[in-house]
C-alpha cells in the first residue's frame, strides 16, 4: 500500500509546484522537481547497525528532493511488522526501485540480501550508475558462500568494497569512540569541482585505516584529533598499519574520500565517491553533506554547483553511533518533508 505523506512545495523564483511523498513498507519516496536534478532518481540504501543511516540517508533525500530537484526514494531494511530494523541484514523494502535508479547512495553494512535483491543491485552496478559510498560501506556485504554474489562479500578478496569503491574493512585508525577526525584537503585537489563550498569538515567519528590503488583521486585526508574535540589539536603517537609497519598517526593521514572510475564487467563506467565519514552525526557538518550532493551532480555529469544548497529541511537531530541504538517502533512512512 502506498501512503500519501504530506504536501509542499518546491519555490524556484516565482515558481510554486505542489507535490506529494509516498511510502511503503520499508521505503520512502520523494519527488523531483523542477532544478539541475529534474528528471534523475537517485536511490539510497539505510543498512548498517551503528552509524544510523536509517535517519541521514532520509536527511539527504530530502535535501536532494527539495533543493536540487532530484526524484529520491529511501531503502530501509525492515523487520516482519514493517519496522526499520538496522540489523535485518537480509531485507531491503521495494528493491525493484533500484530499477530506475540513475544513482545510488549507500549507507550500508555486512547485507545479506538474498539473490534476487543482489541481482537488482548488481544490474544497476552494470548499468554504469554513479555511487556515493559512505562510512561502512565498503564492508556492504556479507553474503554466503553459495549465494550467486559471492563476490560481492567483503570476506571474499575484499569484494566489492576493495573491487569498486577501493578499500574494504581494515581497522580503526583513530581510537573509536576517543578521537575525532578533522578533514585536510589534499594537497593539489582543491580545485577539485568535488570540493566546491567544501572548506571544513569535522565528524565525531574516527578514521578508518585505508589503502585506496593508485587509481584512487585522494580529495580529503583524516587528522586523527587528540580527543572528540574540534579544537584538541593533532594526535601524535605511533601506529601500526596492515602491514605492520610503526609510522606517525598522523604522516601520512589516512585518506577519508577519494574518488575512481571503474569499469565494470558489462564495459560501463562507475564513477565512486567514497567516504570513511559521513555517520548521521556526522552530517550535522554542512561541507560533508555538500561533498555528497556534490558526489550526485559529479557521478551524473552535471555541473557541480560553486556551493550547493545542502541546508536541512525540516528538523534533524541525529541518534548517537551506537550498536543497536535505532530508535524503535520507527516505519518509513514517518518520513516525511516537515
Known amino acids: 500500500m502506498i501512503k500519501p505523506l504530506a504536501v509542499f512545495s518546491f519555490v524556484f523564483g516565482s515558481c510554486i509546484l505542489p507535490s506529494l511523498a509516498e511510502s511503503g513498507d520499508g521505503w520512502v519516496s520523494f519527488p523531483g522537481g523542477k532544478g539541475p536534478g529534474s528528471g534523475k532518481h537517485v536511490v539510497l540504501l539505510a543498512g548498517d547497525e551503528e552509524y544510523r543511516s536509517e535517519e541521514s ?10 533543493r536540487h530537484g532530484f526524484k ?3 531503502l530501509f531494511s525492515i523487520d516482519g511488522e514493517g519496522f526499520i530494523a538496522p540489523g535485518a541484514g537480509e531485507s531491503l523494502g521495494k528493491p525493484d526501485t533500484l530499477d530506475s535508479a540513475d544513482a545510488l547512495i549507500l549507507g550500508l553494512r555486512f547485507r545479506k540480501y538474498p539473490n534476487e535483491v543482489m541481482k537488482k543491485f548488481d544490474d544497476a552496478v552494470q548499468r554504469g550508475v554513479p555511487l556515493i559510498a559512505t562510512r561502512t560501506s565498503t564492508h556492504a556485504f556479507n553474503l554466503p558462500k553459495e549465494s550467486e554474489y559471492y563476490r560481492y562479500s567483503w570476506n571474499n578478496q575484499g569484494g566489492f568494497g576493495k573491487s569498486v569503491l577501493g578499500e574494504t574493512w581494515v ?5 573509536h569512540k576517543a578521537e575525532a577526525t578533522l578533514a585536510v584537503i589534499e594537497p593539489g585537489a582543491e580545485k577539485n569541482p568535488l ?3 567544501v572548506k571544513d569538515i569535522f565528524g565525531d567519528t574516527d578514521v578508518y585505516e585505508v589503502h585506496p590503488p593508485a587509481d584512487a583521486t585522494i580529495l580529503l585526508r583524516g587528522q586523527v584529533l587528540k580527543t572528540m574535540e574540534k579544537d ?3 594526535a601524535d603517537y605511533q601506529k601500526t598499519t596492515a602491514g605492520k ?16 572510475e571503474v569499469k565494470n564487467a558489462s564495459g560501463k563506467t562507475n564513477k565512486v565517491l567514497t567516504t570513511t565519514m559521513a555517520s548521521a552525526t556526522d552530517l550535522t557538518n554542512e561541507d560533508l553533506r555538500r561533498l555528497l550532493v556534490n558526489g550526485v551532480y559529479w557521478g551524473l555529469g552535471l555541473k557541480v554547483p560553486a556551493k550547493a544548497d545542502v541546508t536541512i529541511v525540516g528538523e534533524f537531530v541525529p541518534s548517537k553511533y ?12 514517518d518520513f516525511d518533508l516537515k
Open 171 to 175: 581497522n580503526h585508525w583513530g581510537k
Open 72 to 74: 529520491t526514494t529511501v
Open 195 to 197: 570540493l566546491n563550498g
Open 245 to 260: 609497519v610503526e609510522q606517525p598517526v598522523n604522516d601520512p593521514m589516512m585518506p577519508v574520500a577519494w574518488t575512481r
Open 322 to 333: 551506537d550498536f543497536n541504538g535505532f530508535k524503535k517502533g520507527v516505519k518509513a512512512q
Open 57 to 66: 540517508m532520509p536527511m539527504l533525500a530530502k535535501i536532494l528532493s527539495e
Open 232 to 234: 584538541s589539536g593533532p
